[in-house]
């Protein structure tokens, strides 16, 4: 898989014809939005469509078959768009069926929930792909909650790709010739269909480009965002269903994947040549893989997670619990005694004992710093 840095695409954009329009078609899902409170939030999902300054854009609406008056809505709100209403097996099979209806050459996905950041969003993704030639862009996105605020900057993290996606979909742009090589979504998943496309994607050599602008909105609490567990269950399953068989051993994944990866992912992916995921960025991770990882387990998405807590009991005497709320975790022993306390921000994580701060993670654009007490004692650039 082709890698592009930096330098090399800021060569490749000078490059770029501004005049060339390539047809984008945007993807939109829909199903009783009114019945389901949701068609106030459609109406920012289409705004952002048309308000956008790139000139050859086609929306397309898949609708679910609606009974609860949301065709009717959307003829009124989204004039500008090609609707199409008939029953379907759930979200992916609808983007399928956006997928064939499409007749541009790059596809977007955007939920009906969610909307673009900036009226450029597609300007700037098209200028990339153009100048790179790449299958496909992604870039960070802003997780924001009903009231439209911004809870969280979702990053962009290769590493994650051996778990779940690395980034939202609805940031990507993708080549429908490279959607339709590999078949599409699989219809069979309910929540995580799209990190098995993006695995497809690598795997069948897809190229990729980051873009370096927060390109969509993404509003938690959908229907992926409220169902963890099974999305991690499906992400398993992905994993399992494209990388199963037997390798050698491999001194790098025993050292840093052992307790987390299949062995025969690992190797896979390595042996994938998927350069961006693997060569350009993993080795930059080596060494703050640890926390990373610990952080993506053990406190995973903290700030998300509804005020609850986990009880460990030995027969009826409660020996241990987590209690979860915002974004802190607290370890308690025997329900009574804070053994220790993390508290998460979008850019630094906090370990904490008797409500002193014993150890800190920062993370920056291109570093990540690490803190004992307030002492920095280890910094990393990437």
Request: proline content about 3%; overall charge positive; hydrophobic content about 35%.
């Amino acid at each position: 898989m082709k890698t592009y840095e930096t330098p090399k695409i800021e060569k490749m954009l000078g490059q770029v014809d501004k005049n060339e329009q390539i047809k984008v078609t945007v993807v939109t899902i829909t199903y009783n939005l009114i019945k389901s409170g949701r068609s106030k939030f459609f109406k920012q999902c289409i705004d952002s469509i048309y308000s956008q300054t790139y000139g050859s854009i086609e929306h397309i609406i898949i609708d679910g078959n609606s009974n609860d008056g949301t065709l009717e809505m959307l003829k009124k709100e989204a004039p500008k768009s090609l609707v199409y209403s008939e029953p379907d097996e759930g979200i992916y099979d609808a983007f399928n069926k956006g997928i064939k209806k499409a007749s541009g050459k790059y596809i977007a996905f955007l939920n009906a929930d969610d909307y673009y950041t900036s009226e450029k969003s597609i300007e700037w993704s098209i200028k990339y792909l153009s100048a790179t030639g790449a299958d496909f862009s992604y870039s960070r996105s802003y997780f924001v909650d009903n009231n439209d605020n911004i809870i969280h900057t979702s990053e962009v993290k290769p590493e994650l790709f051996y778990v779940r996606m690395p980034f939202c979909h609805q940031t990507m742009i993708t080549k429908k010739e490279s959607l339709l090589k590999v078949g599409g979504f699989d219809k069979s998943f309910k929540l995580s269909a799209d990190y098995d496309l993006i695995v497809r994607l690598i795997l069948n050599g897809a190229t990729c480009v980051e873009i370096p602008h927060i390109i969509a909105n993404f509003r938690y609490g959908g229907l992926s965002s409220s169902n963890d567990k099974l999305s991690r269950d499906e992400c398993e399953k992905i994993i399992k269903k494209h990388f199963l068989g037997e390798s050698d051993d491999n001194v790098f994944y025993n050292t840093f994947y052992r307790l987390y990866i299949p062995k025969t992912v690992f190797e896979k992916l390595e042996k994938s040549n998927a350069d961006y995921f693997l060569k350009q960025k993993i080795k930059d991770y080596i060494l703050k893989k640890g926390v990373d990882l610990g952080r993506f387990i053990y406190i995973r998405e903290v700030n998300f997670l509804a005020k609850t807590q986990k009880k460990f009991k030995l027969f009826f005497v409660p020996l241990f619990n987590i209690k979860l709320r915002e974004n802190v975790k607290e370890f308690y022993l025997f329900n009574k005694i804070k053994l220790m306390q993390i508290e998460t921000t979008p850019d630094k994580v906090y370990f904490k004992m008797f409500n002193i701060t014993f150890f800190s993670t920062r993370d920056n654009d291109d570093e990540k710093s690490f803190y004992l007490f307030s002492i920095p004692v280890f910094k990393y650039y990437s």
